[in-house]
């Protein structure tokens, strides 16, 4: 039996989460078809339903991977939401867990790679220890990155938001991690995430353009040390106006597609059960698959 795994998420036609799986199961040498579905949140219910019937009948599903805006939403689709996941309320993989072939048993366990993936690219970028922090955005994956600033060793962070009244996720995992948060406005922001470390956007792609523009005033000015470094995790296009004056102004620049990478990796462990046994080399395919520079995991 072909084996099942997906990415869900609206809109999803620009994901490159399957062509990262794709390459991994083809170099792992097992037989799983990875696709991206378009599903809303007011969907998600009916079609977990179906998700699970498909498993009673047959089993084949495995695996799924979780973006916007299902991320706060899978919780309550699932048997158990383990790990950091669990504190935050915010997933973004479903493992099917099952004994043997008694697929009426079939556990859905969610879990959130996205904030291994946020802490190692920050970590391989050079991130500093116990960092100043501000994140662009309040949803779901600011809440990851809050999660990812603490494990960094980050005393606080500032959070800017386009609108103050819309950062429930946000202030959620400042309470469940325990890391002091101001969450601000995002107009005028410029001086304060000039300043930082690490800066780690989550907005949409070229929500951070007005940011931009101040930025590029701000970092204009003669400052004692150039830019710390931004994770931006809108992907396409690339580089970002954000990103590009980043670099432009000597700081160091993470793309979001190498978070994507890294947190695709921990959710291949998940799908195939591998865990840490997982052969080194699918890393190397799964970069080549989207055309990133390999890295050292």
């Not at 299902?70 to 935050?88: I, N, P, Q, T, Y």
């Not at 990155?145 to 962070?157: D, F, N, P, R, V």
Request: charged share 20%; hydrophobic share 50%.
């Amino acid at each position: 039996m072909t084996l099942r795994a997906a990415v869900l998420g609206h809109p999803i036609s620009h994901s490159k989460s399957p062509a990262l799986h794709r390459a991994a199961y083809a170099y792992l040498g097992v037989d799983y078809a990875y696709r991206a579905i378009d599903v809303t949140e007011a969907a998600l219910p009916g079609f977990m339903r179906q998700v699970r019937d498909e498993v009673r009948a047959e089993g084949g599903w495995r695996g799924l991977s979780v973006t916007m805006p299902l991320k706060s939403a899978m919780v309550a689709e699932v048997d158990e939401v383990r790990g950091v996941a669990r504190a935050l309320g915010v997933v973004n993989t479903v493992a099917f867990e099952f004994d043997g072939t008694d697929f009426d048993q079939t556990r859905l366990v969610a879990y959130n790679t996205d904030v291994a993936g946020i802490v190692n690219a920050l970590r391989h970028a050079g991130a500093a220890s116990a960092p100043t922090a501000a994140v662009l955005g309040g949803g779901g994956t600011a809440a990851a990155a809050i999660a990812a600033i603490k494990e960094l060793g980050a005393g606080s962070a500032d959070v800017f938001v386009r609108d103050v009244g819309r950062a429930a996720e946000a202030r959620a995992a400042s309470a469940a991690v325990d890391l002091p948060i101001q969450v601000l406005p995002l107009a005028g922001a410029a001086a304060a995430v000039a300043a930082a470390d690490v800066v780690i956007s989550t907005l949409p792609p070229r929500a951070a353009d007005a940011l931009a523009g101040e930025l590029a005033a701000e970092l204009g000015e003669e400052i004692a040390a150039r830019p710390g470094v931004l994770l931006d995790v809108a992907y396409d296009p690339w580089p970002s106006r954000v990103a590009a004056v980043w670099q432009d102004a000597g700081g160091t620049v993470v793309p979001g597609l190498e978070m994507l990478i890294y947190q695709a990796v921990e959710q291949v462990r998940h799908f195939t059960g591998l865990g840490e046994a997982m052969p080194a080399g699918v890393i190397d395919v799964m970069c080549d698959a989207v055309g990133a520079p390999r890295r050292v995991f």
